[in-house]
């Protein structure tokens, strides 16, 4: 079992029983108690759950929920297009890009010219598919276990497989942005892909409409000075573009009408 699988296991025995103990976490995921610890913290970081003397207590439920791939690609499609054509700035010909999942990295893969000649890494099918219509491409997706209603691969082997790669820029996704935390998601699938994405790659561009700077997240992905550029659109508020620009950020604003 992957530690997203014994993540969610854990969340669902812990919201049943209010209280779950160390020893009924190691007997129902056959882990040790260290393995225990270290899956419970995530969920206490994530204010899900709050450790005690002999487990954990059952908090609430995560305040947002995670949008399935169809669902993302209708919301704020206009800010997805114009940040993705903004973000082609970083697509030198001749680079290795990795590509992470979400709807404004697959909008970037579609504007993507066909006479630019890359090498692009990515675990979404979509962005492959996408992508395989470029004959200068050449295209590694991620293998893995394909997870339902989002089109992606995920945990052992695309981790190990991606974990092989470097490239020159990497373009992210993401759920939630928040100025004291980083940036972070709802689900535990892709938070390990979306790190060593970032640890792997020369340079990392964030892809976030406005909204995304008004969302919780349910996971810690990494903290914004991992980030050299985001890039958003104009409706996101002046506050937060100011801090942002005070965290010595780059931040990429584009129009709307």
Not at 109 to 115: G, K, S, T, Y
Not at 171 to 195: C, E, P, S, T
Request: charged share 25%; hydrophobic share 45%; net charge negative.
């Amino acid at each position: 079992m992957i530690r997203a699988e014994r993540i969610e296991k854990i969340k669902e025995l812990a919201r049943k029983q209010d209280i779950i103990t160390w020893e009924e976490i190691q007997r129902c995921l056959n882990v040790s108690k260290a393995t225990a610890q270290r899956d419970v913290e995530i969920l206490c970081n994530a204010s899900v759950l709050q450790k005690t003397r002999g487990g954990a207590i059952y908090i609430q439920e995560p305040d947002a929920r995670e949008l399935s791939l169809a669902a993302r690609e209708i919301t704020n499609r206009e800010e997805k297009r114009r940040i993705a054509a903004a973000a082609l700035e970083f697509v030198e010909p001749g680079s290795t890009i990795m590509l992470d999942s979400g709807s404004t990295v697959l909008e970037l893969a579609r504007q993507i010219p066909a006479d630019i000649p890359l090498t692009a890494i990515t675990y979404e099918l979509p962005t492959a598919v996408m992508l395989d219509s470029n004959p200068n491409a050449e295209i590694y997706l991620l293998g893995g276990k394909l997870r339902r209603n989002f089109e992606a691969c995920h945990g052992y082997f695309a981790e190990n497989m991606l974990s092989q790669f470097h490239a020159s820029v990497c373009f992210l996704g993401i759920d939630a942005v928040n100025i004291q935390n980083g940036i972070g998601q709802h689900n535990m699938y892709d938070v390990r892909i979306k790190q060593i994405m970032i640890e792997n790659s020369a340079k990392v561009i964030l892809l976030a409409d406005h909204s995304k700077f008004t969302n919780m997240a349910f996971i810690h992905v990494a903290s914004l000075s991992q980030i050299d550029v985001i890039i958003t659109d104009s409706r996101l508020d002046k506050s937060i573009l100011q801090e942002l620009d005070r965290q010595g950020i780059r931040v990429i604003i584009v129009p709307m009408e």
